[in-house]
């Protein structure tokens, strides 16, 4: 731990004007995502696209308020915390241990001639009783949650994996099909919770319809853990979407 804090320290205290370069590039970046998404929202007629702008921009300002963050804990650490703190104390050294070396010395020991021993033959009863049988304890059955393929109305708008009722961990793949004859984007969206009272956009719309292939990809580390429900939404070119494809999954990392 104390070698962790001293490459951390070092780092701040030789590197700060890189550090500072790095994080303003960064902040530069969400400035442009930030300013993309709200010339999308201003250019869009649609209500579900400028939901979809407004959740980027809140993401662009998230990431700037956390780079800004970093800045000012890396000022502190910098001008603040470092000056009074001996980098050389930090250092964990670690003991050399000179084991002596034993030294045999030369002495004429008799040698023991070994004495014999006269075996002694013991005559032991066979038992004629049957040994008892050993009971083999049974199997623990595990119970694993039933799941099956979801019940969509629409064979264009639907999730064909996970299933319902899926238990699932770490970066899930959702698999199906997002397709219209008027197709102008499709996005999925997940809530947490029996009945979701909010939906969350994974990632964003996309443009391109999908055909038996992956529509989006769901970090679950990112959620506790418990009951979420998937929903796939595919917009026309009208605004309007046919009823939604949503899946019941079980989230434990």
Known sequence: MLDVLNFLFNLIDQRVIWLYVACLIVILVYIRAYIVARRDQENSVFTIEKEVAAHRQGRAMSGIGAVLGIMVVITVLKFYVLPSVDLAALVEFTPTVTLPVPTRAATNTP????TPVQPTV??????LRSPSPTSTPAPTLTATPRTWPAQCP???VRITSPGMNAVVSGRLPIRGTANHARFQFYKVEYGQGEKPTSWHVISDIHKVPVVNGTLEELDTKALPNGVYWLQL???DQSGNFPPPCQVRVIVQN
Do not use: F, I, K, Q
């Open 233 to 235: 939404v595919v917009v």
């Open 154 to 156: 629409d064979a264009n």
């Open 122 to 127: 013991t005559n032991t009863p066979r038992s």
């Open 111 to 114: 040698t023991l001639l070994p």
